[in-house]
């Protein structure tokens, strides 16, 4: 058993089964494709399966945070 499936084991048991979804937009929506090392992705993973947030929702999030939106 790896070291991360007891984290996803309990993350599983406190999700809400409704998923949250990204804002609906009428815009056509891309792609954005980012290279993590595996360990990051896994420990990410994880946190927002626990947290009940996808890690859409906080990369959009955080590149608003930066660069704001487009006006």
Excluded: Q
């Excluded at 937009?25 to 891309?30: A, I, K, N, W």
């Excluded at 927002?48 to 990369?59: D, F, L, N, W």
């Amino acid at each position: 058993m790896s070291k991360y499936s007891e984290i996803f084991k309990e993350a599983r048991k406190d999700v809400n089964k409704n998923t949250i979804k990204p804002e609906e937009t009428l815009e056509e929506m891309e792609n954005l494709c980012v290279k993590v090392p595996l360990s990051f992705r896994r420990h990410w993973a994880g946190e927002s399966k626990k947290r009940g947030i996808s890690m859409t929702e906080v990369i959009i999030e955080a590149l608003k945070n930066e660069f704001g939106e487009p006006s």
